[in-house]
């Protein structure tokens, strides 16, 4: 029986890659703590601890099995896979595994103390945490996220450590219950760590040991305050990037304005229009923002994006998949803010409008009497175009209006390459022709 090689984003690699990474969690909690508290592996200790390495030992057959990605390729060739796996994680894996081949001596529980020590090996496993960690990154899920949760798990993890060495320097009495006794290391800790030192657990002077463990304890913990102090103000600025460079441009928009000596009312519309893409858009042109992907990529992203419009466009429902990908892929989304005049009568015809969002007027040629209003879904501006004529109306906005333009040149490409459509949207140009 041939097994398959496996593909590192399967959704079953996944969840066992979660599992692992709990089980090397608790590797690290149980090992020094065994060792510090001088605990037998009895009971549900020894069934943790043959449980953990039954994982580990299936983690290492399973890492021989899957696939990796380089370059954005995936390696599925076992010869390769084995060769990365053996250059990489392979030997911490293996002496995080090592404890189960170590003779126990003469029963289950009687480890020796060579034994003992060497599941501190399994610390080296903590590193495939880490590794789970970081590729968070190439999710969905905030990166701020990310830095916070590598930093909290780093945070605990050290304080464990420091409070398991505590313990076994001899820094907390004897005699007293093992969970009382890690509390008060790990209590210890956490003062010293975080410079509050409190002085009511304090090493024993005449131990040379001791004094020792508190230094680098506190060394670690001068470290650890800038980690935390550098992380948290890196995450604080960078919780909102985009909306800092969008206040960043509005603010030399409006110098530049005051510098030109705009009058307010000017300023106030610029500004109007500015939030309005902040709050719709966060301030991405959507246009440029796509402009860089791959025509495929694109068309699938534009696809999405414009779901909305197409189902609200009377026009394209019926419309057929060639004729919808010509008109998403030269689309050009715009945003206009109450009383914009979209068309001017008079003006030449460049662009026709699909829109998404929001609601204009059509006005006579008074430019004040409202001959109809147009809502999501409707199209305008197309009559100029066909007939290469000047606008016959004005036409303004009501409201906030998210817009979509079609330009002329790629209009008639798309009318000279589906006649039904043409045909449909000159008969509806015509119908509005004789209203007018």
Known sequence: MVISVIQPDDLRKVAWDVLVSVCVVLAVIIAPLTIALRLELTGPLLVADTVLNLVFFADILIHFNTGYVTRRRLVTDRALIRKQYLKGLFWADALATLPLFIPAGSTLVGLTRFARFARLARLFKIFVVFRNLNRLHQTTVSSNLVRLLIMVFWLLMTAHLIACGMIMAGGVPEGLPPGLRFLQAYYWTITTVATVGYGDIVPDHSNALQLVFTIVAQLIGVAMYGYVIGNISSVISNLDTSKTSFMEKLERINTFMKYREVPDKVIRRVNDYYF?????????????????????????????????????????????????????????????????????????????????????????????????????????????????????????????????????????????????????????????????
């Not at 906030?400 to 209009?411: E, G, I, K, S, T």
């Open 276 to 436: 309005y893409l902040w709050d719709t858009r966060h301030g991405y042109d959507e246009t440029s923002t796509v402009a860089e992907l791959p025509r495929s990529i694109r068309l699938e992203l534009l696809q999405a994006i414009h779901r909305d419009v197409i189902r609200a466009v009377p026009l394209f429902r019926d419309a057929n998949p060639a004729l919808l990908r010509d008109v998403m892929l030269n689309l050009e989304s715009v945003a206009y803010v109450p009383g914009d005049e979209v068309i001017h009568r008079g003006d030449t015809g460049t662009e026709m409008y699909f829109i998404s969002r929001g609601s204009v007027d059509v006005l006579a040629a008074d430019e004040e009497t409202v001959l109809a209003t147009l809502t999501e879904g409707a199209f305008f501006g197309e009559i100029a175009l066909l007939e290469e004529t000047q606008r016959n109306a004005t036409i303004r906005t009501r409201d906030y209006c998210d817009l979509y333009a079609l330009n002329r040149a790629v209009f008639k490409e798309i009318l000279a390459r589906h006649p039904s459509f043409a045909a449909t949207v000159r008969e509806i140009a015509l119908q509005r022709g004789r209203r007018g």
